[in-house]
Structures are given as structure tokens and as C-alpha cells.
């Protein structure tokens, strides 16, 4: 094979493996987007609060790496929790601008306090399987990016059983479509709106912490690029739709790495930008999407 | 006296997006448009010799012009799909800016874009003479300018006609207003207003770099209208006003200031989260005005 | 309730207000010095701007116990001073100057960032004495903003940072003399950000002109996260050297590629601002080797002394760009004290033209290092030695002095 080809197929690889940290985070996203009809866009910094308080409870304790999953996860699902109350509880429900608005405001918030905490810097994270390698014939393959890829395939099948095989899952369906009907027949509006927040607060946990350790280091500048590649993710796939997410966030990566390996640096972020706008003018509802939105 | 000329470029970007968010669309192009302008004004007069007028008026006619072009295909896009194209399109901009070199030698300067070096040189105002007042009511000329063209479009059919596209797309159609008309209009008129807005700024700062221009600045367009509420042109003034007062204003809490911005922000949103002058507001303000002159009839 | 919260609210913004409606506090009977200082206490770029501060509060601290500043007519005057946020961001840093200047300050130290650094230049006066320049007519002495060449900008405009081509070309030259086996170097660059794009420019020339084959340059972006596709290429160069122009949250997403890849280069460089504590606290082990240049290291008894006190009681760091705070304070004191300064109300406008003439005419002055040079277009050529990252932490490899 000539060396062109080789590369190709490598940056496919690669593409796609880096594309599963935004299938991760775009799940996350896609989730409150579509299933609960709210706009959240707190969600991306919420991750990244539940992978630093991981972190801050791992230097405190000097405890085993094992906590770091756990931590992350009650932190994020808090976090979620708080997003919830402050910026959707008591807004209107008919005016969804408003707690845009004001998870923006929670965005800037939970930023500043990281960097109040951090002076900014950069801190290490654990990357226990950062220097694994798979050679898979003449490709070099990342293992913890593939670990993620598997994580979020897991997630998917969890997600997939709870909003379809429990009880949960099914007022948050009813909510998401009647509320008004839903309510009428004894589902609590805040007790599932809650309940959807601190689920996807806690997906973002693990995504905090797998992203944290992929990159070896937590850093403010995570909080931008990570809302807006979820985002993009959320939208690519259509929203709501949770597969889409996974599909979306992988086809992004790819598009990212085949663009940057074809017209460099300068012109990988344009490429992809364009290509999204044609995509989303085509097809206004995403590859999986409704056309409700 | 700087403060109110920061005023203007943010009243001019706020009044953009709110242009457009009254037919209901939220828009992050604005950044790419004021980007747009930016970088056509200072090319005009820094490279071209131009003088600041038919300059400034140059960048705001490219905005509308790209915003006339973005207006088409967004039409199709809704929700949060067309903040994701338009978000698009402003790093599309962005991007085009971070490759863009064009540059000319005046005596022992670099001026013009120098890819991601920067526009460097764009000093009109200072090579003319210019004090900071006139700079101040150069762009306050254009600000009022723009306000009482919105201000003037609110009351008449146009106005009525954006916020019925606004309330409820269908019922628009079906008394027969034109859709594509309207919303390509208001997208147009946002991209002209924010390319004024950015031509202005150009001057203003005399360097211009790419990263200025991102999500960052397209999130605080659309946050002005927001937090300063969509009922009249005031709105997005209270909205700049909101947000500069507490950047500037709170300057004594040192390092807590950063901290309770976001913070203050939710509790506005919580507080009023149609904004400070919400349609509500208007017509109870237009209703003690009519039942002072009239006494009339006080509804609502 | 929600009455009482806007009631607080509301009350908030006033007393927000209050500081900007109120008249400036009436010139104090005894007099004073009013020095102002700028940096990012915001946002990713905080760290610089907090140790800058401390530096600025320890260092007019001492000055102030010595007895302060010695004016025209023989009074002694403290130094009363400011420290505002300019947020990384060139709209905020253009008006914090613009409030500074119109209200009693005489001079600015500041600030961080080089795409602040560069409007504010911008908006000053371009030559002294131009009466149809309206240009702001006020001092700034940069300690930060490191991007070569601007202080050329404006005739107002001086800085105190490292000359990055002076000290690049030494290296280059030193690893060569060091190391005449090597032949190869391969550059990575962080494109999107002024600095490291500009350094791109002054490694390459310092690695060619000292003899070394530049076998091509890999970009990424500042909040790149994932570098497999660049380090692949490099890793395929199988260069001897690599030069990573890029701040440390990429610098060290890069490291970790390279030892994932296993791209071992017999020696790294860096650029200049990442010869900081935060590459260490970020990648300590990862960077082992890696060789800076660095216009700051605690080698001299007065280096040692202010980096430690700062650190105990102002909780910050001397690096490279904080030091230059110390100098330049210094450098004003000296400057005001020769140069005629009065610091009575009415003379303000003359006396920032003084501390710009004095400024102008200083030739060399004492830095923490050794002697600093001034050169025409009012910036510093400082003494540097260059850094190796060793056990997570800095030390001295070479000391040229």
C-alpha cells in the first residue's frame, strides 16, 4: 500500500477513535436537547466540574485512581442537580431563551471558579492508559481512546434501557411530549425533570474523567471547544436522538482528522464548519432527526 | 468617555441580534458579521487610503451583504439547528481571517492582515487628529442612526410584521406575510448593523486578531437582547448596560467580580426572564402614557 | 421574595455604580506617586497576571518602607497604586488604559497579553510632539507581552521583556557547538495564538543560521487537544531536534504524544513562556529535557531574595515575565528621581512626558540577572540563561553571563 493510503486510513482511525469523545459528551447533550426539550448549554462545563472535583478529592485523599470514576460522577449528577434548580425550575416553560440564558450564566460561573481554583494552569490528570498502544497491522492505535469508545457505546445501551424500559424512562417520554397530559396522570414534572438532569449530569462525569485522562490534563480552555463540539455533535446527529449522537460524533471526528491531514491546520476547522453548514442546510433535522425541532 | 464609545459597538451588536431574534431565530453569525466589517473597514482605509466615511459604511454593507447570502440557506434551519449553521459560518469567517495575508509597507510598518499576526496600523482617527469626543460622537452618530431606523421599523407594519414571524410562523403565513421576505430581511439588517458595528470597532482599537471574534463575542450579541429583554430597542441598550456596568462596575470586588458575573446573570434571568423590558413592560409603559393624556380606558 | 432579591440587586448595581459616578477622592495632602498596573487576573491566562501583582505589591511594598520616591523639589513621595484586569482582551485592556489616562495616573506597567499589548500601543501617541496625532500621550512600561517588535508601535510605548531572536540564536548556536552530531530539527507551532506564531519565525531563522536542517514545521491550534496526526509526521522525520513553539497546555498535549509514539528527539526546545512552574505542574515527567531559554532563574543573591519573598508573603511566582515587574518599578523610581518629576496636581500632563524622556534616555540599568541593555527602538536585550526541565523542575543548563 502507498504511503498516502496508509495515512488515510490512519487518520480514519484516528478520527475515529478521537470522535468518540465527542460521541461522549454530545450523548450528553443530545439527551436534554431532544428528550426533555430544554436548552442547556452548562452541560460541557458541568463535565468538566465533575472531572475537577475527581481530581481535587484525589490530591486530598492521596486515594486509590479507582476513585476518581465515583467522585466524578455524584459531583457532576450535584452539579446537574444545581443546573436544574437555578436555571429551569422556576422559569417560564413556554419561553425557552430564558434558561439558555441562564445556563450561559451558570457556563461563565463554574468557568470562573476553575480558574479561580487553578490560576488557570493547566493540572495533570491520571492517564493510567495513556501509553497504550495497539498496533493493528501497519496502524498505530490509541488504547484509551478505544476504551472511550467502548464506554460510550455502553452508555448508549443504558441510556437506551432506562428511557425505554423503566418507569423513568417513560415519564420522561410523556413529559417530553404532553407535559400537560403527563402531569395529569400523577407523573411529578419536577421530580422526573430533576431526575433527566442529574442522569446526564452523571453521564458527564464519566465523560469528564475519560476526556481528562485522554488529554492528561484538565485546563479552562476544555470548557469552550467541549460545548461547542457537543453541540455540534448533538445537532449532527439529530437531536433527541441518542445513536445519532454516537454516529455524529464519530463522522466529526473523522471529517476533523481527514481535513487536517488534506489542507493542514489552517483550513481544518473551515472545512468542517462548511461542510456542517451544507450538511444542516440539506438536512435541516440531523442524520437520525425528527423534523419537530 | 471610552466607555460610551464601547457602548456604541456593543448597542450596535446587541440591536443586530435583536433585529433578528424578533422574527425568532437566534443568530451567532453576528460575530462573523462584525468580523466581516471589521477587517473590509480597516482594509479601506489602512491599505485603500479611504476616508472613514464611505469605510465604515463599506463594512456595514459587506455584513448585509453576507448577511443577505447567510439569510438564504438559514432559512431552512430552525431552533437550535440555526444557532448551530450560523455558529458555523462565524468560525467559517474566523477561520478565513486566521489565513488571510495582505499586507503593505509604509515607511518602517507592516500594515494589514498578517494571517495569524494580526491587522496591525489601523490608525485613522490618530493620523487625523481625532479626540476621543469625536471618536465618541462619530460612533454615537451611527448608534442613534440605527436606533431610530429600529426604532421607526418597530412602530410601523415591518416592525409588527418581524414580531408576528416572530410569534407564531404559521399564523404569519396565512395572513399572508411573505416568510423568506422577512426573515432574510432581518438578516440582512442584522449583518449591516453588526458590520457597522465592527467597521467602527476596527478604528476604534487599531489592531484586530481573529480570536476576538468567536463564540465568545457571538453569545454576548444575542446575550445584550436577552438579559435587556426584546420589547423595544431599549432592550438591547439595557442589556449592554446590564453587562458593562457590571464588568466595569464592579471593578472593587477585585477577583470576586468575575465570579458573580455569571452568577447575576442567572438571578436576571430568574428575575425577568423576558428581560429587563419585556414586551409586558412596554405596554404597561405605553398604557400609563396613554392614561395620562387621555384617561382613558387603562386595560391590562 | 423575588421583590426582595431585585431590591438587592438593585441596591448592588448602585453601589456598583457608586465608584464610577464618584468624583476622583481629592488629591491627599501628602503626595504621591501613582503608578498603574495591568494584567489578566481572568479567564486561562490568570497565573501571569497574578504573579505579576505580586511581584508589583512586593516590590512597591519596599520601596515604600525605603522611603518612597524623592521628587523635584526634595520631598519624598510613596507610590499609591492600582491593579486592574484587562481580561486577555483587547477591548477591556484598550479601556482600562483610556480610564487610567484620564484620570491622575502617571504610568502604566502592563500588560499580559501581546494582542493587548499591541492596540494599546496602538492607540498612543505614534511620535512625540506630533500635534495632529491625537494618540493618548501616557507611559506604558510592558513586563509581559512578549511578541517581538512592538514597542515600536508608538514612541510612548516601552517594554521590558525578553529579546526571543537574541537568545534563540545563541542556543541554536550553543547546541551546535555542544553537539555536532546533530544535524536535523523538526518545529511545531501553536498557529493560532500571536506569540508562538511569531517565535515560529525566530526559531527557524536561529536553527538555520547556527547550521541545523529545519525539516519542516507541524501547526495546531491553541485548544488543540489531540496531536497524533502532527507527531506521526515526526515521528516519520525521525528528527534529532524538536522545537515546540506553543504555551504549555499544548506544549504538554504534545510531549505526551511524542512519548506515546515514541518519538525521542536527542534534545527538545521550548518557547520562552513555558518555561514556568505551570509545564511542571502540568507535565513534569513528560518534558524532562526539554531546554528554554529564559530571561529569569533564581542564580543571583537578589534573585533569590525577591523570588522567595514574593512566594512566602505575596503567594506568587517570579518567572521570566513577573520579574520584569520588579525591574521596571525600579527602573521608574530611578527614572522619576533624575528626570524632574513633581507629582503636584496641574503637572501631570508634563511629568508623564518626563518619566517618557527618562525612560527614552535610560541606556542600561541593573536587572535581577545583571546588567540590561536599552536598545533605540525602546526595548530590553536582558541577560538569560537557558533552563532544562529536570526532576519537574527548572534548572540552570547554561549560564551565558
Known amino acids: ?293 | 468617555m471610552s466607555l460610551l464609545t464601547l457602548f456604541g459597538f456593543r448597542i450596535l451588536l446587541g440591536l443586530s441580534a435583536y433585529v433578528v431574534i424578533l422574527t425568532g431565530q437566534i443568530s451567532m453569525a453576528q460575530a462573523g458579521f462584525y468580523a466581516l466589517g471589521a477587517y473590509t473597514a480597516a482594509t479601506a482605509t489602512a491599505i485603500w487610503g479611504w476616508p472613514i466615511v464611505p469605510a465604515i459604511l463599506l463594512g456595514g454593507l459587506v455584513g448585509g451583504l453576507f448577511g443577505f447570502l447567510v439569510g438564504f440557506p438559514a432559512l431552512r434551519v430552525r431552533g437550535l439547528f440555526l444557532v448551530i449553521a450560523t455558529l458555523a459560518f462565524t468560525e467559517i469567517v474566523r477561520m478565513v481571517f486566521l489565513n488571510l495575508k495582505y499586507t503593505i509597507r509604509v515607511g518602517d510598518r507592516t500594515i494589514g492582515p498578517a494571517a495569524a499576526e494580526g491587522f496591525r496600523g489601523i490608525t485613522y482617527y490618530y493620523e487625523n487628529g481625532w479626540s476621543a469626543l469625536q471618536i465618541m460622537a462619530f460612533t454615537w452618530l451611527f448608534v442613534l442612526a440605527v436606533l431610530a431606523g429600529f426604532w421607526l421599523m418597530d412602530r410601523s407594519r415591518a416592525g409588527a410584521v418581524l414580531r408576528a414571524v416572530g410569534e407564531d410562523e404559521l399564523a404569519a403565513a396565512s395572513v399572508g406575510i411573505n416568510l423568506t421576505a422577512a426573515k432574510v430581511a432581518a438578516m440582512a439588517a442584522g449583518g449591516l448593523v453588526a458590520g457597522l458595528a465592527g467597521a467602527l470597532y476596527a478604528h476604534y482599537a487599531t489592531y484586530l486578531s481573529q480570536e476576538e471574534f468567536g463564540a465568545l463575542l457571538a453569545t454576548f450579541a444575542i446575550a445584550y437582547p436577552l438579559v435587556g429583554g426584546t420589547g423595544s430597542v431599549a432592550g438591547p441598550i439595557a442589556g449592554v448596560l446590564f453587562f458593562s456596568l457590571l464588568i466595569d462596575g464592579l471593578r472593587f470586588l477585585g477577583d470576586w467580580r468575575n465570579l458573580l458575573f455569571g452568577v447575576l446573570i442567572i438571578a436576571m434571568m430568574n428575575l425577568r426572564p423576558h428581560g429587563i423590558i419585556d414586551v409586558g413592560l412596554v405596554r404597561r409603559l405605553r398604557a400609563l402614557l396613554h392614561l395620562r393624556r387621555e384617561r382613558a380606558y387603562a386595560g391590562d | 421574595m423575588r421583590r426582595m432579591v431585585t431590591a438587592a440587586l438593585a441596591l448592588l448595581f448602585v453601589v456598583g455604580l457608586l465608584p464610577a459616578l464618584a468624583p476622583a477622592p481629592a488629591a491627599a495632602q501628602e503626595r504621591v506617586v501613582k503608578i498603574a498596573g495591568t494584567g489578566a487576573m481572568s479567564g486561562v491566562i490568570r497565573g501571569f497576571g497574578v504573579n505579576s501583582k505580586a511581584v508589583f505589591d512586593m516590590v512597591v511594598d519596599e520601596v515604600n518602607a525605603a522611603g518612597g520616591i524623592k521628587l523635584a523639589d526634595g520631598t519624598r513621595a510613596k507610590i499609591a497604586t492600582t491593579w486592574l484586569d484587562e481580561r486577555c482582551n483587547a477591548e477591556e485592556g484598550i479601556s482600562v488604559v483610556r480610564k487610567l489616562a484620564s484620570e491622575d495616573w502617571l504610568v502604566l506597567i502592563g500588560p499580559t497579553c501581546s494582542n493587548v499589548a499591541e492596540p494599546l500601543f496602538g492607540i498612543l501617541q505614534r511620535k512625540v510632539g506630533d500635534a495632529g496625532d491625537s494618540g493618548l500621550q501616557f507611559p506604558i512600561f510592558t513586563d509581559t507581552a512578549i511578541k517581538p517588535g512592538l514597542a515600536k508601535i508608538s514612541e510612548w510605548a516601552f517594554r521590558n521583556v525578553p529579546h526571543e531572536p537574541t537568545m534563540y540564536t545563541h542556543l541554536f548556536k550553543w547546541l551546535k557547538e555542544k553537539h555536532p552530531d546533530l544535524k536535523t530539527v523538526y518545529g511545531g507551532v501553536e498557529k493560532d495564538f500571536a506569540h508562538s506564531n511569531s517565535n515560529r519565525g525566530t526559531m527557524d531563522a536561529a536553527a538555520k543560521a547556527a547550521g541545523f536542517e529545519v525539516m519542516g514545521w507541524e501547526e495546531w491550534l491553541l485548544a488543540d487537544t489531540e496531536f497524533s496526526t502532527q507527531i506521526g509526521k515526526m515521528r516519520r522525520a525521525k528528527p534529532d531536534i524538536v522545537a515546540i513553539s506553543a504555551h504549555p497546555f499544548t506544549t504538554c498535549g504534545v510531549l505526551r504524544e511524542m512519548k506515546r509514539q515514541g518519538v525521542k528527539p536527542k534534545l527538545m526546545v521550548g518557547l520562552t513562556s513555558t518555561a514556568t512552574l505551570e509545564t511542571m505542574a502540568g507535565c513534569g515527567p513528560e518534558a524532562e529535557g526539554l531546554i528554554i531559554p529564559s530571561g529569569f532563574a533564581p542564580v543571583t543573591p537578589e534573585a533569590k531574595r525577591v523570588a522567595d519573598i514574593v512566594a512566602k508573603k505575596y503567594k506568587g511566582n517570579v518567572d521570566l515575565h513577573s520579574a520584569a515587574v520588579f525591574e521596571n518599578v525600579l527602573v521608574l523610581k530611578r527614572v522619576i528621581e533624575t528626570s524632574g518629576v513633581e507629582a503636584k496636581p496641574g503637572t501631570l500632563q508634563k511629568d508623564r512626558q518626563r518619566v517618557r524622556e527618562g525612560l527614552a534616555k535610560v541606556k542600561e540599568f541593573d536587572g535581577l540577572l545583571g546588567k540590561v541593555k536599552r536598545t533605540e527602538d525602546r526595548e530590553s536585550v536582558k541577560p538569560y540563561v537557558f533552563a532544562v526541565a529536570k526532576n519537574s523542575d527548572w534548572a540552570v543548563l547554561f549560564d551565558p553571563r
Open chain 1, 1 to 293: 500500500m502507498t504511503d498516502l493510503a496508509l495515512d488515510v486510513v490512519q487518520q480514519l482511525l484516528n478520527g475515529f477513535l478521537f470522535g468518540s469523545s465527542y460521541a461522549l459528551i454530545g450523548i450528553g447533550f443530545t439527551m436534554i436537547f431532544g428528550v426533555m426539550d430544554k436548552f442547556n448549554l452548562a452541560f460541557g462545563v458541568t463535565a468538566l466540574a465533575g472531572a475537577y472535583t475527581a481530581l481535587l478529592v484525589l490530591h486530598l485523599t492521596q486515594g486509590p485512581l479507582a476513585l476518581l470514576f465515583p467522585v466524578a460522577v455524584a459531583a457532576a449528577g450535584l452539579v446537574g442537580l444545581v443546573v436544574e434548580l437555578v436555571c429551569f425550575r422556576w422559569m417560564p416553560r413556554d419561553y425557552p431563551l430564558a434558561p439558555l440564558m441562564a445556563t450561559v450564566g451558570m457556563l461563565f460561573f463554574i468557568d470562573e471558579v476553575i480558574v479561580h481554583g487553578t490560576h488557570g494552569r493547566p493540572m495533570a490528570f491520571p492517564a493510567p492508559m495513556g501509553e497504550v498502544m495497539m498496533d493493528v497491522g501497519p496502524w498505530l492505535l490509541r488504547g484509551d481512546l478505544g476504551f472511550m469508545f467502548l464506554v460510550s457505546l455502553g452508555v448508549m445501551g443504558i441510556l437506551w434501557t432506562l428511557v425505554y424500559k423503566t418507569r423513568l424512562g417513560l415519564a420522561t417520554r410523556s413529559v417530553s411530549q404532553q407535559p400537560v397530559a403527563a402531569q395529569l396522570c400523577g407523573i411529578s414534572l419536577v421530580r422526573v425533570n430533576a431526575a433527566v438532569f442529574v442522569i446526564t449530569g452523571m453521564i458527564g462525569g464519566v465523560a469528564g474523567v475519560l476526556i481528562g485522562s485522554a488529554v492528561g490534563a484538565l485546563s479552562p480552555l476544555l470548557s469552550l471547544p467541549l460545548t461547542v463540539k457537543g453541540l455540534v455533535t448533538a445537532v449532527l446527529g439529530g437531536l433527541g436522538s441518542i445513536p445519532g449522537a454516537i454516529v455524529g460524533g464519530l463522522l466529526l471526528g473523522i471529517v476533523e482528522y481527514e481535513a487536517l491531514y488534506f489542507f493542514g491546520i489552517g483550513y481544518r476547522d473551515m472545512v468542517t464548519y462548511l461542510l456542517l453548514f451544507v450538511f444542516l442546510v440539506f438536512r435541516p433535522g440531523g442524520l437520525f432527526g425528527q423534523t419537530r425541532h
